[in-house]
């Protein structure tokens, strides 16, 4: 009679790298209905919430369903040129910025499809000039921390126009549907169901802080059942959140693989 194959292996193997992308997307499904009613009717939106509670990540999800233009770099009319101009095809090359900006809201305006400006801030007379010059010709959505005038800036008059959806950080069942869902597709290890309580409260809800607490378990290198090590999994967190280049379980990589 054959062996049996064992349904993991749980010998030492090079743990794989864990990209945001490999975390499922869990939740927001009346924020994604809503704004999916709002693409139907063309409507103005403004998306609002705290630093990492999920917008991009959001806007990101909704690109899969809806045919969405989207500027990741929108404090300054530069990097608004430089997000957008190559989804529509338009080259740079010898052309002055006030030269770019028209002939990007002509293009934005012919393309007709809704427009996302995301990591809007405190936004400026130009910056605001051009949102609204783009918001006569096609819909406009601003992803914001905060609607009060003294921190959109100059845009603050014409959110009259705009349709509100506010994200909220995650409730503790959301936080546990992420958590399955990452422990289902074999990133981290079935045990973190047993932290699930401790995961919500480290990461206050925050979707992001949450994700990045996530990758680091899932190099396999943390004791689970140790309060020592899940201290030292919140400093690694912090650590690569200070200094981005340096990615999870890169110092060592025997971790375990759960694939």
């Known amino acids: 009679m054959p062996t049996p194959k064992p349904e993991h292996q749980t010998g030492p193997r090079e743990a794989p790298a864990l990209s945001a992308s490999r975390v499922p997307f869990v939740g927001r499904s009346r924020e994604l209905t809503r704004l999916c009613e709002l693409a139907t009717q063309r409507s103005h939106v403004l998306i609002l919430g705290p630093a990492g509670v999920g917008k991009s990540a959001l806007v990101g999800q909704l690109r899969q369903q809806l045919s969405l233009l989207v500027s990741a770099r929108s404090a300054h009319l530069g990097g608004i040129c430089q997000s957008l101009e190559p989804e529509l095809g338009l080259n740079p090359a010898g052309l002055k910025l006030l030269e770019r900006k028209k002939r990007l809201r002509q293009a934005l305006g012919a393309a007709g499809r809704a427009v996302v400006f995301d990591g809007v801030g405190w936004a400026g007379p130009k910056v605001s000039s051009f949102f609204e010059s783009v918001a ?106 200070v200094f981005p280049g340096s990615e999870p379980g890169a110092a060592e990589p025997r971790g375990k693989s759960y694939e």
């Open 136 to 241: 006569e010709r096609t819909p406009v959505w601003i992803c914001t921390r905060s609607e009060h005038p003294w921190d959109i800036g100059h845009f603050w008059p014409l959110l009259v126009r705009f349709e509100r959806v506010e994200l909220r950080p995650f409730h503790p069942s959301e936080t546990q549907a992420l958590v399955e869902a990452a422990v289902e597709a074999r990133i981290i290890p079935p045990e973190t169901r047993n932290i699930i309580d401790w995961l919500h409260r480290r990461s206050g809800g925050s979707p992001l802080v949450l994700r990045e607490l996530l990758k680091e378990l899932a190099t396999g290198k943390y004791d689970l059942n140790s309060p020592l090590a899940l201290r030292r999994l919140d400093l690694d967190r912090r650590i690569h959140e």
